[in-house]
């Protein structure tokens, strides 16, 4: 009985731990792929020396690494912000909310 007690009383404490521990993961590798398309983009932008339909194409096309991620990029001044927004959820507690990430390019001049 003892054992059956210490067992149940494991297992209640346990696998919601183990369950957070998942969720977690889960958003430290969305968050990575965010951050990698979020480089890609940055980096597109600044290769080209440009912001365009191209560039935007090739962005729209790296966004396999994060399907789920959203992209905008707005101009300030002479360079782009380059703004990543991907899903967090917690089923456990049903908590759903947005992470995002952002970072300027350098500056494009335009000749």
Do not use: W
């Amino acid at each position: 009985m003892k054992g059956a007690f210490e067992f149940g009383f494991l297992m209640m404490f346990s696998l919601p731990v183990l369950v957070f521990g998942l969720n977690f993961m889960q958003i430290v590798m969305t968050y990575n792929q965010a951050r990698h398309l979020q480089d890609y983009a940055v980096t597109q932008i600044e290769h080209q020396n440009r912001m365009d339909e191209n560039v935007m194409e090739l962005i729209e096309n790296g966004k396999q690494y994060c399907t789920s991620c959203q992209v905008t990029i707005t101009p300030v001044s002479e360079r782009y912000d380059v703004k990543v927004t991907f899903p967090i959820d917690i089923t456990l507690v049903n908590y759903h909310t947005q992470g995002f990430t952002h970072s300027l390019t350098q500056i494009i001049r335009r000749s």
